[in-house]
């Protein structure tokens, strides 16, 4: 069975930082893309980094320079890490890995930023 377990959501002030973890199933991870989305309140799921079974990575601009993408392979992980975090980041966080026209979802993660 296939399952992405997202944790590492909460809470935290304006400009502090957050690292999100996606543990994959091993069938999946070494072959898949793997992504962070997220999803804000009343408004539709965005595509905020993805990473390569090869190691490229991409970013959308408003998150560029703040937020960083990684993999352990050996941990079938994937990470995202959150720095210079504002309110406008706030969405449920959600770990996507694609293979071909393939998509599995994981069941997202909160992160709020509020003083």
């Known amino acids: 069975q296939v399952q992405l377990v997202e944790s590492g959501g909460g809470l935290v002030q304006p400009g502090g930082s957050l690292k999100l973890s996606c543990a994959a199933t091993?069938?999946?991870?070494?072959?898949?893309?793997m992504g962070w989305y997220r999803q804000a309140p009343g408004k539709e799921r965005d595509l905020v980094a993805t990473i390569t079974s090869g190691g490229s990575t991409n970013y959308v601009d408003s998150v560029k320079g703040r937020f960083a993408i990684s993999r352990d392979n050996a941990k079938n992980t994937v990470y995202l890490q959150m720095n210079s975090l504002q309110p406008e980041d706030t969405a449920v966080y959600y770990c996507?890995?694609?293979?071909?026209?393939?998509?599995?979802w994981g069941q997202g993660t909160q992160v709020t930023v509020s003083s």
């Open positions: 996507n890995a694609a293979f071909g026209t393939i998509r599995w």
């Open positions: 091993k069938s999946i991870f070494s072959i898949s893309t």
